[in-house]
């Protein structure tokens, strides 16, 4: 898996917008960022993912710089429940149908403030 | 659509005590991978099976742990014996063949062993 770099703690103020930086300049051209959170005391939740185009769902905005070595996570409107430590993942190239195991680093601590 | 089903969602245990995790993943999901959280840690994998078969066991510490998934569903991990290192939280989690980074995770089990 490409190794990415995330800061280890973010605040952010309640109804304002969240951005969560990585950087992952080392990916190759067809691998992915894969974004996932984990809420004290869950399982980590999928939450988006893109290759080169900016990507957006119900959950967050992903948006992928040009020359594809970095990438923010966007939550639009933070709420209290978006407390949670967010991994950027690039996951490895597989083959066979196969694919391997997610490597998770420390991710983002990200605390939203009332 | 119900998610990935863990138990005991705790369980403490004596050191040299044996110990076993069940999973049951989403419902026609073939992979099913278990994976290890170390307090303060990202989640490291621990071993993935798609459908019964076991593709990668790497990481699996195949002295005292053993994991099964018979008929390509449910699956077990098991510890014997338990030792205090082995403290940590057990996450099981699922993907389909064609999205395999895209994994949904259980809620985990908290194993403390005294």
């Known amino acids: 898996d490409a190794k990415t770099t995330q800061p280890t703690s973010m605040d952010c103020a309640e109804g304002r917008a969240a951005n969560l930086p990585c950087n992952h300049s080392?990916?190759?051209?067809?691998?992915?960022v894969y974004w996932y959170r984990q809420i004290h005391s869950q399982g980590p939740q999928y939450i988006i993912h893109?290759?080169?185009n900016n990507e957006t769902n119900e959950m967050a905005s992903l948006i992928i710089t040009e020359d594809r070595k970095s990438s923010t996570l966007i939550l639009p409107h933070a709420t209290l429940r978006d407390t949670a430590v967010y991994y950027c993942?690039?996951?490895?190239?597989?083959?066979?149908?196969?694919?391997?195991?997610?490597?998770f680093g420390k991710g983002t601590h990200l605390i939203i403030q009332p | 659509e119900a998610g990935v089903v863990q138990s005991p969602r705790y369980k403490i245990i004596e050191k040299k005590q044996p110990v076993a995790f069940w999973c049951n993943p989403i419902?026609?999901?073939?992979?099913l991978y278990w994976y290890l959280q170390n307090l303060g840690q990202g989640p490291e994998l621990l071993i993935r099976?798609?459908?019964?078969?076991?593709?990668?066991d790497s990481q699996l510490p195949k002295d005292r742990f053993s994991a099964e998934r018979l008929k390509g569903v449910d699956s077990t991990l098991k510890i014997q014996p338990a030792e205090l290192g082995d403290s940590a939280v057990y996450l099981c989690?699922?993907?389909?063949?064609?999205?395999?980074?895209?994994?949904?995770f259980g809620p985990g089990t908290r194993l403390t062993v005294l």
């Open positions: 989690a699922s993907s389909s063949h064609g999205t395999p980074d895209t994994q949904y």
């Open positions: 080392t990916i190759s051209g067809n691998e992915y």
């Open positions: 893109g290759l080169k």
């Open positions: 993942i690039v996951p490895g190239l597989y083959s066979g149908g196969g694919a391997d195991g997610l490597t």
């Open positions: 419902s026609g999901h073939n992979t």
């Open positions: 099976y798609e459908n019964e078969e076991a593709v990668d």
